[in-house]
């Protein structure tokens, strides 16, 4: 109750930085005017948009149901032989973006019904669901306030390893190692955020921020821990002409259960922004890191590290790409210890046609434990995981469109994982039905 009663009290006095005009994927509208700064990609908690510009809504209610057919050549189970298996999905949805000059509101839900044909076992539903709230006091002071949840027992999110949620060009994530890509989990994070402009170049903001990463007790591998992440962090920004430049602290502390392991990091950057157009980016920014790490049986230790971050966003009419690279100290949920962390990952998609679209992505993370403690946590060393995926669709009516998707998967833990468990392939087959209403009319 003690944790609960801070972390409420976290939500009401903290704060994401988010821009003052209306809001887009990632913090801040794109437009370059003279008067209202942006919140630029190094301090904005969102991601990169996904969708060209042309396909992007606002201010409409959505729904839909989509049908599909998987084949996955290696279910990775534990202790067996490669095990091939077909399974389906049903996934109804439903959204709703509402946005005035004062306050903006974006809900969004759906539940998945997963069928194995073999594995039956493996049945279950999944859940996800997400909601924004923004709140302008004034032109230029603004709150937002974001909750994701997912529940689901595939991280492949169909096709989409890892279920990465986008490319951000924050610093740190809540970083996750999913080792058992089947196993039944559920993923929280909520945050909570203010940011001033106090001149026509120069801004301010802090945020906080609590999730948790929790598997099911029927897990094929129990060696996988829980992990708990807060923290919270505040900047300077200042803008000239088109580039934004400025420093960022963050903190942030990873608890591992039920083998307890903790990590405290305290980092300082410095970032630099240049806006080449409105939806066209580019961010750096690096700077010392100071983590803490230790365990109910070891005691502490820590060390200085540089830590840094590199993003791109492109977006047009027809086509966007994003990409970013980090390194940082960080925990790597289902792992157990303190972790230098070097993940990557890029996406790009594009309108070929009006009627045919396509898009890729990949995404790269390596772990080291930095934990030197015997036993336990040499059982944890660290690993690589690769996994990538492409996708096209056609669009039957306005309403209706066929999908096909593929994806691999690589990865090596050492310890944790065995040659069974180090690859696999999906092939995804899809027919979808959406609807949009815009609101007010």
Same mark, same amino acid.
């Given at each position: 109750?003690?944790?609960? %009663?801070?972390?409420?009290? !976290?939500?009401?006095?903290? *704060?994401?930085?988010?821009?003052?005009?209306?809001?887009?994927? $990632?913090? @801040?509208?794109?437009?370059?005017?003279?008067?209202?700064? /942006?919140?630029?990609?190094? !301090?904005? =908690?969102? *991601? +990169?948009?996904? &969708?060209?510009?042309?396909?992007?809504?606002?201010?409409?209610?959505?729904?839909?149901?989509? %049908?599909?057919?998987? +084949?996955?050549?290696?279910?990775? &189970?534990?202790?067996? =032989?490669?095990?091939?298996?077909?399974?389906?999905?049903?996934?109804?949805?439903?959204?709703?973006? #509402? #946005?005035?000059?004062?306050?903006?509101?974006?809900?969004?839900y759906g539940a998945g019904f997963r069928f194995y044909q073999n594995t039956t076992d493996f049945n279950a539903i999944d859940q996800d669901g997400s909601a924004?709230?923004? +709140?302008?006091?004034?032109? $230029?002071?603004? &709150?937002?306030?974001?909750?994701?949840?997912?529940?689901?027992?595939?991280?492949?999110?169909?096709?989409?390893?890892?279920?990465?949620?986008g490319v951000s060009g924050a610093p740190g994530s809540t970083n996750q190692a999913f080792i058992e890509p089947y196993a039944n989990r559920l993923n929280n994070a909520t945050s909570a955020g203010l940011e001033y402009q106090f001149s026509k170049n120069a801004m301010i903001g802090a945020s906080g921020m609590y999730s948790f990463l929790h598997f099911s007790a029927d897990s094929l591998l129990p060696a996988l821990s829980d992990q708990d992440t807060a923290g919270g962090n505040a900047f300077y920004s200042r803008r000239f002409g088109k580039s934004y430049g400025g420093l960022t602290y963050q903190f942030s502390k990873y608890i591992t259960h039920p083998f307890p392991s903790y990590t405290v990091s305290n980092t300082v950057f410095g970032f630099f922004t240049h806006y080449f157009t409105r939806t066209v980016s580019v961010s750096?920014?690096?700077?010392?890191?100071? +983590?803490?790490?230790?365990?109910?049986?070891?005691? =502490?230790?820590?060390?200085?590290?540089?830590?840094? /971050?590199?993003?791109?966003?492109? /977006?047009?009419?027809? %086509?966007?790409?994003?990409?970013?690279?980090?390194?940082?100290?960080? @925990?790597? @949920?289902? &792992?157990?210890?303190?972790?230098?962390?070097?993940?990557?990952?890029?996406?790009?998609?594009?309108?070929?046609?009006?009627?045919?679209?396509?898009? %890729?992505? !990949?995404?790269?993370? #390596?772990? =080291?434990n930095l934990t030197t403690a015997p036993q336990l946590f040499q059982y944890f060393p660290g690993g690589t995981t690769i996994a990538g995926g492409i996708q096209a669709q056609r669009s039957l009516r306005e309403w209706l469109a066929l999908d096909a998707e593929y994806a691999h998967f690589h990865q090596n833990y050492g310890n944790v994982t065995n040659e069974v468990m180090q690859d696999t392939n999906q092939f995804i087959v899809g027919i979808s039905c959406q609807f949009h209403k815009p609101l007010g009319r």
């Open positions: 109750m003690f944790r609960i %009663a801070c972390f409420c009290l !976290v939500i009401g006095i903290a *704060a994401p930085a988010w821009s003052q005009v209306e809001p887009s994927a $990632y913090g @801040g509208s794109y437009d370059l005017d003279s008067e209202h700064m /942006q919140t630029p990609p190094p !301090v904005s =908690k969102g *991601a +990169y948009p996904s &969708l060209s510009s042309s396909e992007e809504r606002s201010n409409f209610i959505s729904g839909g149901v989509s %049908a599909s057919g998987s +084949y996955t050549d290696n279910l990775m &189970l534990v202790g067996t =032989k490669k095990v091939a298996d077909y399974y389906y999905n049903v996934v109804p949805t439903i959204s709703l973006d #509402r #946005r005035t000059p004062r306050h903006s509101e974006s809900v969004h924004e709230f923004t +709140y302008r006091f004034t032109p $230029y002071t603004a &709150l937002i306030i974001t909750d994701t949840v997912t529940q689901n027992s595939n991280s492949y999110g169909g096709g989409n390893f890892l279920g990465s949620g750096v920014l690096g700077g010392p890191e100071h +983590y803490t790490s230790w365990s109910q049986n070891n005691g =502490k230790s820590g060390a200085w590290t540089p830590a840094a /971050q590199g993003s791109v966003g492109w /977006q047009v009419k027809r %086509a966007s790409l994003a990409a970013n690279v980090v390194h940082i100290v960080s @925990g790597a @949920g289902g &792992l157990v210890g303190t972790f230098h962390s070097d993940t990557g990952g890029g996406s790009v998609h594009m309108m070929v046609t009006p009627k045919w679209s396509a898009g %890729a992505h !990949v995404d790269y993370s #390596r772990y =080291k």
